[in-house]
Nanobody
């Protein structure tokens, strides 16, 4: 069973930073792309950032481009999301997910087969 565990969420003020981590058990993200999504109450889950297994390709939502950076360490089976200059509109539950096909990062939820439980990020103004 694939298991993805997110960590690093918390409460910060606008302008501050957080670093989220997605840790996979038993080498379950080896060979797969991984992305971060987020969801706020009443809204659909939205793509935030994605990275391919070989780290050659990354993709970012326009709303976070220039502020967030996705990276991964395949030896440690972790995918990180560095979030700088956070804004109140970044408040959401953040999820990491494993992409089904080993292609460029996909933005559609249906392209992912396993998801973590999520970590809450709250940004106060």
């Amino acid at each position: 069973q694939v298991e993805l565990v997110e960590s690093g969420g918390g409460l910060v003020q606008a302008g501050e930073s957080l670093r989220l981590s997605c840790t996979a058990a038993a080498r379950t993200i080896s060979g797969f792309g991984v992305s971060w999504f987020r969801r706020t109450p009443g809204k659909e889950r939205e793509f935030v950032a994605g990275i391919t297994w070989n780290t050659v390709h990354t993709d970012y939502a326009d709303s976070v481009k220039g502020r967030f950076t996705i990276s991964r360490n395949n030896l440690k089976n972790t995918v990180n999301l560095q979030m700088n200059n956070l804004k109140p509109e970044d408040t959401a539950v953040y999820y990491c997910a494993r992409q089904i096909h080993n292609t460029r990062p996909a933005r559609e939820v249906d392209e992912y087969d396993f998801w973590g439980q999520g970590t809450q990020v709250t940004v106060s103004s």
